[in-house]
DNA sequence: CTATTATTCAAGTTATCGCTTGAATGATGT
DNA sequence: ACATCATTCAAGCGATAACTTGAATAATAG
């Protein structure tokens, strides 16, 4: 029953992706990008059951994508290191890169229309610098609390309906969210340019930014 | 039945992650990484039987990691583009990172000694300028004849164990295969050190050495 | 020590995947 | 048109994974 020493190699490599190939492990992913956090903050963020988030992490963490500790009662996640967020970073630029599906989907959420490029993080940087710039947190306000860009708003997809002729249309429009895998900025970007403002999406969200070594308004542990 | 289009975006990135999620697949990938192949010769090299390479085949296609083409009565599969090569390449890493048990198949297959740091394809490629170093292609013949690095000999496992005796142990020996996910190397390199000889290993294998845009002695395609 | 809360384990059901077999399709040569 | 060869499709079977439910384990509070 002994298999070679070459298939057990890649047994192990196809143990990684196969901890990848399931849509709510990467809701765990893009939630544990944000930072860490215990089984039930993230069974509710998925609304997955506690049982099953329990095992869906501990198929995670087999895989080596993610480490745990003990914090009194509760089991702490997060990722293991930088590398996992590269891992899902490139997965997402391979399914995008061809996959004509995938490019309705988001063309779909742009309205049909043109989405305008996302702004680059060094860009986005130098333009808060200078005031030039409105920057839009559109993530749940607890997430907001524990850390987000400098100077940034937070507000929902509906407060956005809202708040939009507060707005000034000269003043160009930032929007960020969770990361790649979150759509939240790019429903924002196409609200906003809907009623004619001069919205753009950042590339990436806050995991990205902060991995690139920019500044993070961090709040509540 | 609609489901949210957050879900669908997750679903095509976790089709990619599960087309790699297969070790039969992460060979047929491997294989494609040589050089474009019809489907009987990735069944042949990797002993699957057609219809089963077919299938396998077209769950690459399906996730753009790989395209096809026809010529003649033959469809001939390769890798879309370089970023499935670094997807393969950033998913070894991360399976490497801190799995302890693919370290220790690692390590069993250098005979539990030291396995020595891989020489850098750059490193390779200076000192086969000024002709200090022996390089050894570790493929099957076939593969050797399409492709491989200047000067190098072509030998199986078997074959280095007869020539031993006549190789220089004061020249160093560098051993490269197929790629990262190849072990033909690793052999190899466990096998001269253990008759005292200097050998080391390539970080990477042809692939990675064509990536990097260094010298190929092409033979009939 | 007992109760409580957070997480994990274990068993069972349903759906999906991987492999095999045999037939169908597509392109080429006679 | 016919035969031939490479590849793909379709159906069936066994194995595996995902989700649910209910019980077990760990750590803390009273």
């Known amino acids: 029953m002994s298999i070679g020493p070459k298939l057990a190699l890649l047994e192990e490599y196809a143990l990684v992706a196969r901890a990848m190939s399931a849509p709510a492990r990467l809701m765990l992913l893009e939630q544990l990008a944000q930072g860490e956090r215990g089984v039930e903050a993230l069974a509710d963020k998925t609304d997955l059951t506690i049982a099953n988030c329990s095992q869906h992490l501990q198929q995670l963490r ?65 333009r808060i610098a200078e005031g030039s710039v409105t920057v839009l947190d559109v993530r749940p306000a607890d997430e907001y609390a524990v850390g987000h860009i400098p100077g940034a708003l937070n507000m929902t997809l509906t407060e956005i309906e809202r708040i939009v002729p507060t707005l000034d249309p000269a003043t160009e429009i930032v929007a960020y969210c969770r990361g790649p895998y979150c759509i939240y900025a790019h429903q924002a970007v196409a609200a906003l340019r809907k009623h004619g403002l001069n919205a753009r999406r950042l590339d990436g969200g806050l995991p990205e930014w902060r991995e690139d070594g920019l500044p993070v308004m961090a709040g509540a542990q």
Not at 73 to 102: F, G, H, P, S, W
Not at 110 to 121: F, H, K, L, N, T
Request: charged share 30%; no cysteine.
């Open 62 to 126: 087999r895989a080596a994508l993610v480490t745990s500790r003990r914090d009194g009662k509760a089991v702490i996640y997060r990722l293991t290191d930088a590398k996992t967020l590269a891992l899902m970073d490139l997965l997402r630029v391979v399914a995008e890169r061809n996959l004509a599906q995938v490019e309705r989907l988001l063309r779909g959420l742009s309205s049909g229309e043109d989405a305008p490029e996302p702004v680059s993080r060094e860009d986005l940087a130098a």
